[in-house]
């Protein structure tokens, strides 16, 4: 199939991008690296009367690393990421997932803020800004707003963001504890039946699940020991109300969390 007709707006400047977005609304989409908007227009899924390319805006393109934080414009490459030299010091837990998110490939048009953007509760890079508690940066031609990662993904492929707001950016808050990361795919790059990050927190630990429920989650623990890390990760695995689809049965799923997830924290609790 090939998609409905739509305008193409190749942005010179924030400020037009946010000029269309207030004009157009919930008929205009973002255009960054197109690994999933392409595919969503060719099979009519989407149908925006115009699309905006903002990939040609150096200042949407930037990866800064801040006191307690990396900032990742709207414009950076997932491959650009990967490659920053700070990468591995300074988000070891997003160093360790971001070779799982697609295939070389996707990752080099893929953007960050995009990944973030779709909002599929298999990729990699979501849960990695919700185990972070990381935020999202949001803005329209009225007003800036930041949303914490909790409460930006409201559902499966479905954000917070309004129509006339651009994502600017994300916040990856830094980390300093021990992290691990497991995943399950078919194929290494492939969309995860379960992915699984844990950290070690100044009060415990944190587990991060994806691929199970509508959005990923998360649940932090102060205290375990071999008594109640077999109860707490049942309990969580339950919790996430996994279904059964192509790729995994439900109790697949859960057993993975339960497997997974105990030795994930058993490497970052050592």
Known sequence: MKPAPFDYIRA??????????AAEGGDARILAGGQSLMAMLNMRLAK?????????????????RQANSVRIGAGV??????????LTEALPLVALALPWTGHAQTRSRGT???SLAHADPSAELPLMLIAL???????????????AAKDFFSGMMATARQDDELIEAATFPSQTGRCAFREVARRHGDFAIIACAAIKTPDGVRLAVGGVADTPQVRDWQKLDAGTLDDALNAFAYDLDA???????????????????RDLIAEVLR
């Open 133 to 147: 508690q990381g935020e999202i940066h949001l803005r329209s031609s009225k007003k800036r707003r930041s949303v």
């Open 112 to 114: 960050v803020c995009g």
């Open 12 to 21: 010179d400047s924030v400020e037009e991008i946010l000029d269309v977005l």
């Open 48 to 64: 925006p009367k115009v699309l905006i390319d903002i990939m040609r805006l150096e200042q949407l393109a930037r990866i800064e």
């Open 77 to 86: 490459r997932q491959a650009a990421l990967l490659r920053w030299p700070e």
């Open 243 to 261: 279904r059964s689809d192509v790729h995994a049965t439900a109790r697949y799923r859960r057993d993975l969390v339960r497997m997974i997830g």
